[in-house]
């Protein structure tokens, strides 16, 4: 129910945007997120946008990354910046009603970046 695109191989310094998009219908009513798993590392969040309200972001990222949501395209992004190679890892993006556990997954997308 969630398809996430845009992964690649990216410079140090440069950015990339991630797409996931929701075959949920009613998807606006759903809080958001990005988590990634590096090669060896547990998951980890990243950063969540709730379906109201402001984003957050984990203090990894704080500054580079930002989360934003289209509702009418059913849509949520993570725009890059700034990429390090410790960002290298495959990114998901999850959804959730609610409070509680993430329980819509997407397949993940790899993002590499080189040094």
């Known amino acids: 129910q969630l398809q996430a695109y845009g992964g690649g191989l990216v410079q140090a310094g440069g950015s990339l945007r991630l797409s996931c998009v929701a075959s949920?219908?009613?998807?606006?009513?759903?809080?958001a997120a990005w988590f990634r798993q590096a090669p060896g590392k547990q998951r980890e969040f990243v950063g969540g946008i709730p379906r109201g309200g402001s984003a957050e972001y984990a203090d990894s990222v704080k500054g580079r990354f930002t989360i934003s949501r289209d509702n009418a395209k059913n849509t949520v992004y993570l725009q890059m910046t700034s990429l390090k190679p410790e960002d290298t890892a495959v990114y998901y993006c999850?959804?959730?009603?609610?409070?509680?556990?993430?329980?819509?997954w997407g397949q993940g997308t790899l993002v590499t970046v080189s040094s």
């Open positions: 999850a959804a959730r009603l609610g409070i509680g556990h993430y329980n819509k």
């Open positions: 949920i219908r009613t998807f606006s009513s759903y809080s």
